[in-house]
């Protein structure tokens, strides 16, 4: 039977898949659409699936976007059309709501009178439903997307005509909404953001020199408009940047900082700061930690592009075997709508990855990989190296085994996903095929990031979750589609 999409593609990956990134940008007299465009291309890797920018004016808010990669979804022509002071973006990986639908592409815009406001989102709410059954059945709102995202934009509309004041909105509506949410919002004349009161996803402020300020899900955006870093937004903190400056508040009280620690593992891009820890430095020490719990004889280490490389290098500084390119990624893959012929089908992992027969063949690997989720993507990558000549294959993992699902942003919600949740470390090892598996521990990961294990939502590796979850969210990320029509 000829399955009717690449599953390299279309199918579950052997990694937790991205968080959205978010981005907003004050700066009058600069082409802010244009800045948001490169930010959002420095964020493309915390989600493909669609990208947007919304435009404030000093009159109003205009935005566009459109289903696909950064690159795709925008022309020159969109960019020069959108200008104005203020503007925020987004780049979507979907964990609530299809990702086909253009409707659930962000920004949402928001009517509120007369005044339009726009809304970015990253993250996951896990009480979506009960709010939204109570806005259409109270308030008698009509949805036209199917995520958690439109339902924040609702609620900030909805109190912000109440109280007259976006502030006001904002405090109320993160009062009543719970999960994980880092949020950039524009008005015509004004950018806010706000963050979960436990600072599950992360988000920044910078400062560009003599301009104005920009907001970001990661440095690595700041850092490609020339911005620099100023801090942290806090978590259950609210920010305004307008003409008036830049103004915080602590809209909501600050619970136990539980930053997801996949940031560190594998979301984050190398070159962006977190904690006062570049994401590199951490992922190597990782590596080299891994080398003193797990060590192999071996002849070559290597990396699984692109989050494995750091560690690997780590692991090879470590253990003193030689480090070595023995895989090639195809960067240009991504998520696409186009469906491969089934002789491309067949390649298989090839569509993603190829390795380098003339630097593995004959040689016992080390390969370093952040994360073993469903295991089939790794099964194939064993083979592929022994197919490629590889005398052994010992896989190192830089994370312990995932046995909890994650309902804040990431997609594997449910635990039948996880291969960890059901098999010991040995069989996960025979299922992938490998010479030999293992995994960092907890206290090892959590130590090469110099920041405190409470510090740090951990609930993927041991089910504590820093907020409980409802059984409708336990259900999947499309409970919503259901009867999605009125």
């Given amino acids: 039977m000829t399955p009717s999409t690449d599953w390299i593609l279309s199918a579950p990956a052997d990694h937790p898949e991205e968080a959205c990134g978010v981005f907003g940008v004050y700066a009058p007299g600069e082409d802010v659409a244009r800045l948001t465009y490169f930010a959002l291309q420095a964020l493309q890797h915390r989600g493909q699936e669609s990208a947007g920018i919304a435009v404030g004016d000093g009159e109003t808010v205009t935005a566009t976007k459109n289903l696909g990669l950064v690159s795709q979804a925008f022309r020159e022509h969109d960019l ?39 809304l970015a989102h990253n993250g996951n709410l896990v009480n979506t439903v009960e709010l939204r059954d109570e806005l259409r059945g109270t308030n008698g709102v009509r949805f036209r997307s199917t995520t958690d995202s439109e339902v924040m934009a609702t ?128 992922r190597r020490q990782m ?25 690997a290098v780590g692991f090879a500084q ?72 590889a005398a052994e294959v010992h896989m190192r993992i830089t994370s312990p085994p995932i046995v909890w699902p994650c309902f804040f942003g990431i997609d594997t919600d449910t635990q039948e996903q996880l291969i960890a949740s059901s098999k010991s470390v040995e069989e996960v090892r025979e299922f992938i095929g490998a010479d030999s598996l293992a995994y960092l521990s907890l206290d090892a990961m959590v130590d090469a990031t110099g920041t ?5 939502c951990l609930a993927c590796f041991n089910g504590v979750y820093p907020i409980e979850i409802p059984e409708t969210v336990k259900r999947g990320k499309l409970s919503l589609e259901v009867g999605e029509t009125s």
């Fill in 155 to 282: 609620l900030v509309g909805h109190f912000t005509e109440k109280h007259g004041s976006i502030r006001a909105g904002i405090r109320d509506t993160m009062e009543l909404i719970r999960g994980a949410y880092s949020v950039v919002l524009s008005t015509e004349d004004a950018v806010y953001a706000f963050r979960d009161p436990y600072g599950i996803r992360p988000l920044v402020i910078g400062e560009i020199d003599g301009v104005g300020w920009a907001l970001a899900s990661e440095t690595c955006a700041l850092d490609i408009i020339g911005a620099t870093y100023l801090r942290d937004v806090a978590p259950g903190e609210m920010i305004k940047i307008s003409a008036e400056g830049l103004q915080a508040e602590q809209a909501v009280p600050a619970e136990n900082p539980s930053l997801c620690m996949f940031e560190f593992i594998y979301f984050a891009r190398p070159d962006s700061v977190m904690n006062d820890c570049t994401l590199y430095e951490a």
């Fill in 80 to 118: 020069s059309t959108l200008t104005g002071e203020v503007a925020i973006g987004h780049t979507r990986y979907s964990t609530t709501g299809s990702s086909t639908s253009w409707e659930n592409a962000q920004p949402h815009l928001s009517a509120i009178g007369h005044q339009v406001i726009a």
């Fill in 318 to 389: 470590a253990s003193g075997v030689p480090f070595g390119e023995g895989l090639v990624k195809n960067r240009y893959v991504g998520r696409t709508f186009i469906s491969p012929t089934q002789t491309l089908r067949q390649q298989g992992i090839r569509l993603k990855l190829n390795p380098l027969p003339h630097a593995i063949r004959g040689k016992r690997l080390v390969v370093v990989d952040d994360s073993i989720v469903r295991g089939n993507t790794t099964r194939k990558l064993v083979q592929l190296l022994r197919d490629a000549g």
């Fill in 287 to 311: 590596g080299g930690a891994l080398a003193g719990e797990a060590p192999v004889e071996a002849d070559l280490v290597i990396g699984v592009p692109d989050s494995g490389v750091p560690a």
């Fill in 452 to 456: 405190k294990r409470e510090d740090f």
